[in-house]
């Protein structure tokens, strides 16, 4: 981390600017007129009983809420009417407007109520994740095997699982299910087997089926496999993977997941894992998700919920696509802003090729690790080029997860095709990871308009193996940020969890440093490929106003102007200036949803 940026909100020549306006612009004055008119005019008077809630919500120490307008502009203040953003300012300015000139003055004869944050922190738009599973999330809380080190850890954190839960303890035909585990980080090689599950006497005998952390491969005990049998030789766009005899050996890659069968979660299930997904949203900041569809049956739940009720986060839904399905860009009707701007299920989400952790990326050229094979698609190109322009078409963004070189090429390939002629700013086509591409694909990712929605803390997790895999030239080409923005691309950024840590703050902080949380990289403590850096003005941008425009909503949502959302988060301490290593110590104090706090921190002991 250079010393400028240590020092400065960013490191480029733009500035965060403090706007504190001396009178009442009649453009501002209007605006103020025209929100409180939409929200007394042609209501039930009875309604005057219960006015909306409205409050100003100031530093104490001057300029420190980050609007992330087009100025990157700072000020002190933001005032709240109901749902909305209806003033900001300095503190001086707004109270002599809203107490004066408001309406909510008028009619109710009451000051506008100022609520100060603390000493230190600042105030943020909401934070959006880019790219997330909500309930996949939710499952893996239930028996959570990340950060294991060894295969042998993992299946005694599965022992011990069974051995805490009485009804699985006493009924071995009850599936256990928990994911999360990673065997890049563990010493030995190759992949955990069933064998490995089997050995243990409290697991033997049971259905077990554990996800990977990329959510690209399942292990599976062999009552599990036994269950699913007989399977097919080969897998289009999957592999099982055997022993030197055919057997599967327990576990399966990609498109081979699906031959795995366990029971459906029930209603209840789900439930609980979307609760406990939208609890830990919203103590991170989290105001707004996109969930990026790897199951079909998350969004019909979404869909279920919002019926029963307002739902609790801002959900952007992918809708998943399988291509043995027949066509239905041009039969379904897209959800936009439904249920109170809750829940918006606009796009597709298609699987082009697998993961680089498990080694299933489509590159051009065979792993440096395992020359056999360059990974594969898990689909047929042809596909991408029937599909994409019907659903474009149809008016739906298409959102395609590509990893490897090769996927990214394809998928551009097909992009580019679908996309002459049309308005692309209209139709939003997303690369969902975009983790690897050609010099020449970056550039053409920048001239078509793609939007590359990336996930910061991949890079720094990737970063201890990923030379291995790919060799000492192509990683080079392995999560290029700023390679991706200087060739003229738009991005967006996201974390994948549970994949990775639901935590935005860990995405802001691998962004701007690239390099693990105890400061080490493979290149040392300057970071891992420090060039690829963003700024923290890029940074943050990334995970409010660009999800904004990645899902259609930057008119409503993604910073803090007047007429917008009142989604917005409060944070202990300013992340655009302290020293990086400071940034994962910050907590979230507060955040809040349309003008209403969801979240606030208790004091610390």
């Not at 300012?89 to 909510?104: A, H």
């Not at 065997?183 to 599950?197: D, F, M, Q, R, V």
């Not at 053409?444 to 308009?449: F, I, K, N, T, W």
């Amino acid at each position: 981390m250079s010393p400028s940026d240590s020092k400065a909100p960013n490191g480029n020549a733009h500035v965060y600017k403090a706007t504190a306006p001396t009178r009442l612009s009649p453009q501002l004055l209007l605006t103020s007129v025209a929100l409180l008119l939409s929200v007394f005019v042609f209501v039930d008077p009875r309604s005057f009983r219960n006015p909306p809630v409205s409050y100003a919500l100031c530093s104490k120490e001057g300029n420190k809420v980050y609007t992330v307008d087009v100025d990157n502009s700072q000020t002190q203040c933001i005032v709240v009417v109901g749902a909305f953003i209806a003033d900001r300012g300095s503190l001086s300015d707004i109270t002599e407007r809203w107490n004066k000139f408001s309406l909510d003055k008028l009619i109710f004869r009451r000051p506008l109520e100022v609520r100060f944050i603390k000493p230190g922190a600042i105030i943020l738009p909401g934070l959006s994740d880019s790219h997330a599973h909500i309930l996949e999330y939710g499952a893996t809380q239930q028996l959570p095997l990340e950060g294991t080190k060894t295969v042998q850890d993992t299946v005694a954190r599965v022992r011990d699982f069974i051995l805490a839960n009485p009804d699985i303890l006493n009924d071995t035909s009850k599936f256990v299910i928990g994911g999360g585990w990673d065997h890049t980080i563990w010493p030995s090689s190759g992949w955990p087997t069933s064998a490995h599950l089997d050995e243990d006497p409290v697991i033997r005998g049971r259905p077990v089926i554990l996800q990977s952390k990329d959510c690209h491969a399942l292990w599976a005990s062999s009552r599990a496999i036994k269950a699913s049998m007989p399977f097919p030789d080969e897998v289009d766009g999957g592999v099982i993977v055997r022993d030197n005899a055919g057997n599967p050996t327990g576990v399966f890659l990609d498109n081979a997941q699906e031959l795995l069968k366990q029971p459906e979660p029930t209603e209840v299930d789900l439930i609980r894992r979307f609760h406990v997904a939208v609890r830990d949203s919203h103590a991170l900041g989290l105001t707004s998700i996109h969930d990026a569809g790897l199951d079909p049956a998350s969004l019909a739940f979404f869909k279920r919920q919002l019926e029963v009720g307002t739902l609790p986060i801002r959900i952007y839904g992918m809708s998943y696509f399988d291509e043995n399905r027949e066509y239905w860009g041009n039969t379904t009707e897209p959800i936009i802003g439904a249920g109170n701007d809750r829940l918006t299920a606009r796009s597709v989400k298609i699987f082009a090729d697998g993961a680089l952790r498990t080694g299933g990326a489509a590159l051009y050229e065979p792993y440096a690790d395992n020359p056999s094979t360059p990974g594969f698609m898990r689909l047929d190109p042809e596909i991408l080029f029937d599909f994409i322009p019907k659903f474009l078409r149809d008016g739906w963004q298409v959102n395609v997860h590509a990893i490897g070189d090769r996927a990214n090429g394809i998928v551009l390939d097909a992009f580019e095709a679908s996309l002459k002629g049309t308005n692309v700013a209209a139709l939003r086509p997303r690369l969902e990871h975009a983790q690897i591409m050609t010099v020449t694909d970056m550039k053409r990712l920048g001239r078509l308009g793609v939007i590359a929605s990336v996930q910061p803390t991949h890079a720094i997790s990737d970063m201890w193996y990923a030379e291995d895999r790919l060799g000492p030239e192509r990683v080079k080409l392995l999560y290029a940020f700023r390679s991706l923005i200087d060739n003229g691309a738009r991005i967006t950024l996201g974390s994948d969890f549970p994949v990775e840590s639901m935590n935005p703050l860990s995405g802001f902080y691998a962004a701007i440093t690239r390099v693990s949380p105890d400061g080490m990289s493979p290149h040392g403590p300057n970071g891992w490929f420090p060039e690829q850096r963003l700024t923290r003005q890029e940074a943050l941008r990334g995970m409010t106003i660009d999800p904004a425009y990645a899902s259609f909503t930057e008119k409503t949502l993604g910073s803090l102007e007047i007429g917008k959302r009142a989604d917005y988060v409060v944070l202990s301490q300013d992340i655009m200036v302290i020293p990086p290593k400071e940034v994962l110590a910050t907590r979230v104090l507060m955040t809040a949803l349309d003008g209403e706090v969801v979240y606030q921190a208790s004091a610390p002991q």
